[in-house]
């Protein structure tokens, strides 16, 4: 089983406010990678990473920046809130080169 | 840019019912195809596909991979309550900038009782 866990899993928060998603995997993947959902819609790629202090803008252009310190952890931050930032957001991390991915539960987050 | 297409969009059917779920793909440089199952959180992991006509196939599930013509189906026999979900098609590509995963839009199977 995957151990790949993400948090919040849902957040509602108000326009302009600072936001950091979290995404931890115990795996040692070295990939990881960001997914952006809205409802009905398919998944789209917004941010990945190779390893630590690598990140890489996806095929989805976004507002949100991440970061990798750790080889565990990739937090995705929103530095000022909108609504148009509400979606759902899958955290994913592979041993190879976008290889069977593993997604974390997500997070559903709204924006008002 | 890579593209997905999977349909039917949506489908429902009776429990004992075969589907078959179609996706087809365009892609520069394409390594592999995965299908993912999606029910109320992330997807999970079903089949990854590389080659040209062999199956796959874990229990009543199935999928095989044309990569002539660029489509792949996941055929799901016995229908259970339990299949439904959405079921995702993504391709993967060699090189590039991105390397993440394409995704189609999914198919939302229902399984009625």
């Known amino acids: 089983e995957a151990d790949i866990y993400q948090t919040p899993r849902y957040l509602v928060i108000g326009t302009g406010k600072k936001i950091t998603l979290e995404c931890s995997q115990t795996?040692?993947?070295?990939?990881m990678y960001w997914y952006q959902q809205d409802p009905g819609m398919e998944l789209h790629l917004i941010h990945y990473?190779?390893?630590?202090?690598?990140?890489e803008k996806g095929d989805l252009s976004s507002e949100s920046t991440v970061s990798r310190i750790r080889t565990e952890h990739f937090p995705l931050t929103l530095e000022s809130a909108r609504p148009s930032h509400t979606s759902q957001y899958l955290c994913?991390?592979?041993?190879?080169?976008?290889?069977?991915?593993?997604f974390g539960p997500g997070t559903r987050l709204t924006v008002t | 840019e890579d593209k997905v297409v999977q349909s039917p969009l949506s489908l429902v059917v009776h429990e004992g019912d075969t589907v078959t779920l179609n996706c087809s793909y365009e892609?520069?440089?394409?390594?592999?195809l995965l299908w993912y199952k999606q029910e109320k959180k992330a997807p999970t992991f079903l089949f990854m596909l590389?080659?040209s006509g062999i199956e796959k196939k874990s229990g009543r599930l199935s999928s095989i991979l044309d990569k002539k013509e660029l489509f792949s189906i996941l055929n799901i026999t016995a229908t259970q309550t339990g299949d439904s979900a959405i079921y995702l098609c993504?391709?993967?590509?060699w090189g590039g900038g991105a390397d993440g995963l394409t995704f189609g839009k999914g198919t939302h199977l229902i399984i009625q009782p």
């Open positions: 795996m040692g993947h070295d990939k």
């Open positions: 990473s190779y390893g630590v202090n690598s990140t």
């Open positions: 994913a991390s592979s041993g190879d080169r976008g290889r069977e991915q593993y």
């Open positions: 993504a391709v993967e590509a």
């Open positions: 590389t080659s």
């Open positions: 892609v520069t440089n394409f390594r592999s």
